[in-house]
């Protein structure tokens, strides 16, 4: 059997996709008029993060705006490939959180971040829809050429971490889609489009009912390591290492804990 899992043909284009307005944090629209806590002008902290990470960064920008009376943080969260490219080509941002070493390193290679930090692990699981309509119950059932299977592109890391644990189960998978970010992967499960996907363990806790997770072994061989950088042009630097210090904080490490993340 080849060493080679599956080759994705499909290569997605790393493209500068500058969205027109970056998600905020909460509900509505933060206010910007408001002072800042130092009586100056208000401020916005950009952090891009990968999109693993979009329940628990949001909550913790929203603790982080609280105690930053007339700051807004907003979000850019996507595949970490493509945000590391945006970085790279002079997308304004404060911090990046990747979901793989990997893809921080193009950011830093380039001296664009400062020594990033491990915040948390994330392992992958199997996620099926609801009441598990074909019957999927390992990995060796993905390879069944009637499984219809959602996968990440592999130059992204959730990609990267399901031909690291195919590999180690010896399986070769043709999957009928490939995303380019995790979300996106396991929106396919939510509407019953694919029978499984490999996802995140946090993404299928935050899916609640709408899918179901199904653990398997070879995830111990494709553990995915997420740092954390301030950018070294960051428009908001002092506010940029305020918000690394907050992931890396107690009440950091509860938000993400909680949402099913491993504590490095």
Request: aromatic share 6%.
């Amino acid at each position: 059997m080849s060493r080679r899992l599956f080759r994705w043909a499909v290569a997605a284009p790393l493209a500068l996709v500058l969205a027109a307005g970056l998600t905020g944090c909460g509900s509505g629209t933060a206010d910007t008029s408001a002072p800042a806590s130092s009586g100056g002008a208000a401020k916005t902290l950009t952090v891009f993060a990968a999109a693993s990470l979009t329940g628990t960064f949001t909550e913790l920008g929203t603790a982080f705006e609280a105690a930053h009376p007339g700051t807004t943080v907003k979000f850019n969260f996507g595949s970490s490939a493509t945000l590391a490219q945006q970085i790279t080509q002079d997308a304004p941002a404060d911090v990046f959180a990747a979901a793989s070493p990997a893809t921080m390193k193009t950011v830093t290679d380039a001296s664009l971040a400062g020594q990033p930090t491990t915040f948390v692990r994330n392992r992958l699981e199997i996620a099926v829809p609801a009441g598990n309509p074909a019957k999927v119950n390992g990995l060796k059932d993905l390879a069944d050429p009637q499984t219809k299977v959602a996968l990440c592109a592999e130059q992204v890391p959730c990609g990267a971490a399901a031909v690291k644990a195919l590999d180690a189960a010896g399986l070769t998978v043709t999957p009928v889609t490939l995303e380019q970010d995790v979300k996106a992967t396991l929106t396919k499960v939510e509407l019953g489009e694919v029978d499984a996907a490999l996802v995140y363990k946090t993404d299928v806790i935050a899916a609640g009912d709408k899918v179901q997770g199904i653990s398997f072994p070879e995830a111990e061989k494709a553990i995915n390591d997420y740092p954390i950088a301030a950018l070294t042009k960051a428009p908001a630097g002092d506010l940029a290492k305020e918000f690394v210090d907050l992931v890396l904080s107690p009440q950091g490490r509860d938000v993400l804990t909680k949402a099913g993340f491993d504590a490095p």
